[in-house]
């Protein structure tokens, strides 16, 4: 069996999976990774683009439970169907951009690949190309995280698109189940793989949202998880998996996006 289709087959049955990735990608990973901290605060501020969900953001701008209670992070997006509009800037001409840039290239082959096993599973035909609604996250979670007072530096919640594919740094991700808490353990040249609530509903309630949380560090120690979001082509019309109805997860993509405190989506 090919691990692409043990990854479907997991996450068909429970909403959760893991994949390898190459070699390749883990060397992007680690360069985005640990080129973060070497970025200016001169070009975060400046390569900000709210409207568009796009490039950095500061400390606490997202919140997964309530407004008052943000991500103890802060955050880079990437969206390849933004990044034409963004040529002029000096900081797409880095070594990290261009990391950034190949892993998006490389996890959305992926990403549509698993999603077509998904599909597979559920003997439906595959989804239209997703990649320019989806895009790519770095949350960074810096030292400074272990002196606030809070069990979850990032509070339990399910991300509301179809799949989000996660490599942490560091241990901290957990999986709510009921009332007690899962670690994610990952190999070296791991992803998991989670379904969000666009997958539960396009599955006729069939793929459980994976709810999952990242736990406050005991000591001061800094992490950083590189995500990449799945989203449904806009331009699809979707059939649901079991009834074979048409589902329009349009208003749900944009609801669930704004549920975190970001700008509803506008794609060109
Ligand atoms: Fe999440």
Not at 205 to 231: D, E, G, K, T
Request: charged share 20%; glycine share 8%.
């Amino acid at each position: 069996m090919t691990q692409i289709k043990t990854c479907s087959d997991s996450i068909a049955r429970s909403g959760f999976g893991t994949l390898q990735i190459p070699d390749s990608m883990l060397q992007d990973y680690r360069k985005i990774v640990d080129g973060y901290s070497a970025i200016s605060p001169a070009t975060k501020a400046s390569f900000s683009f709210g409207q568009d969900t796009d490039g950095f953001f500061p400390f606490g701008a997202e919140y997964s439970g309530s407004e008052d209670h943000p991500d103890l992070c802060e955050r880079l997006c990437y969206w390849p169907v933004h990044v034409s509009k963004r040529i002029g800037f000096e900081f797409t001409r880095s070594d990290f951009f261009a990391a950034v840039d190949t892993f998006e290239r490389q996890i959305s082959e992926l990403a549509q690949e698993l999603m077509d096993g998904i599909c597979g599973e559920f003997g439906v035909p595959p989804l239209a190309p997703f990649r320019l609604a989806s895009y790519v996250q770095l949350c960074v979670y810096g030292v400074q995280t272990a002196n606030i007072e809070r069990r979850f530096a990032q509070d339990p919640h399910e991300d509301g698109h179809m799949l989000s594919f996660i490599k942490p740094t560091r241990e901290g991700l957990v999986l709510v189940k009921g009332g007690s808490l899962e670690s994610v353990r990952l190999l070296e040249n791991e992803v998991a793989v989670l379904a969000g609530s666009l997958l539960t509903e396009l599955s006729d309630y069939a793929i459980p949202a994976a709810y999952h949380a990242v736990l406050a560090p005991q000591r001061p120690v800094s992490r950083s998880s590189l995500i990449y979001f799945a989203n449904p082509n806009p331009e699809q019309v979707l059939t649901s998996f079991f009834r074979k109805q048409p589902i329009d997860l349009n208003s749900a993509v944009n609801a669930r996006h704004t549920g975190f405190g970001n700008q509803p989506i506008q794609l060109p």
